[in-house]
């Protein structure tokens, strides 16, 4: 069970969602935030080839605004270095995704003119397979989980944005029919209830997972809601969050 929430006041609608995410064969795929977009959270999804999907989760340190630049440099870098390094049919999938989170973390570092950390959690998902390539710089674990329970993905690297040689691995995961991969961002495990009790426990990973068991039949965008919503209650006032942010990746065959 759940958790309680720490106020009885209803969470705020889901604000954002993911809604021109590509289709997936055999998967599905959302995002979602939660609240006022404060902080520099980034997610997004493309088609890079027939039978590969890339995705990524960043959370560029400071405030929206200030990161605005890095943000759009970093999607659009994405995007293209996405498509260029994993359109080819025969390729080494976790070269690749090294190679694409060595050159983000070039350009990151040079246009923010100096450190500027940046946790990102990026993955490939291969359609034919039902392989999961993923590369985690810093970031919040991933959530993996499938008829056996759920594991966590780890860092596999510093975030980016901080040391201009730094490399991170990729290592390649199974997901079998009907598993799960939940993605968050720092601001839904920091979440808590300062108004009472600046000491209030933050939500944590486990209350993540605790979320994830609960849904073993949703989708992923009732995932992403479903994870956003209990952190948003958790912490009681929803105005003042940083960026909740949430994406799921389901394989449905």
Do not use: W
């Amino acid at each position: 069970m759940l958790p309680s929430s720490n106020s009885d006041r209803p969470p705020d609608a889901i604000i954002d969602s993911a809604a021109n995410f590509p289709e997936i064969f055999g998967a599905d795929i959302a995002a979602a935030c939660h609240g006022e977009r404060i902080g520099g959270d980034f997610y997004d999804c493309f088609r890079a080839s027939s039978e590969r999907v890339l995705f990524g989760l960043l959370d560029v340190a400071g405030s929206r605004e200030g990161s605005q630049q890095i943000l759009s440099v970093a999607k659009t870098l994405f995007r293209n270095l996405g498509l260029e390094l994993f359109s080819p049919t025969d390729i080494n999938e976790s070269e690749s995704m090294s190679e694409l989170g060595t050159r983000l973390n070039q350009e990151i570092l040079k246009i923010g003119e100096g450190v500027r950390s940046c946790p990102a959690f990026i993955g490939c998902y291969h359609e034919k397979f039902g392989t999961l390539c993923y590369t985690n710089a810093g970031h919040i674990p991933g959530f993996l989980q499938d008829a056996s329970g759920i594991v966590d993905l780890p860092p596999t690297g510093l975030p980016l944005g901080l040391f201009s040689h730094a490399t991170s691995e990729a290592p390649i995961a199974g997901m079998a029919p009907g598993a799960c991969l939940l993605l968050v961002s720092r601001g839904v495990i920091e979440s808590r209830c300062r108004k009472n009790n600046p000491e209030e426990p933050e939500f944590g990973l486990d209350r993540v997972r605790e979320v994830l068991r609960s849904n073993p039949h949703g989708g992923a965008q009732s995932l992403c809601s479903s994870t956003l919503i209990a952190a948003s209650a958790f912490a009681c006032e929803s105005s003042s969050l940083d960026d909740l942010t949430a994406l799921a990746l389901v394989r449905t065959v």
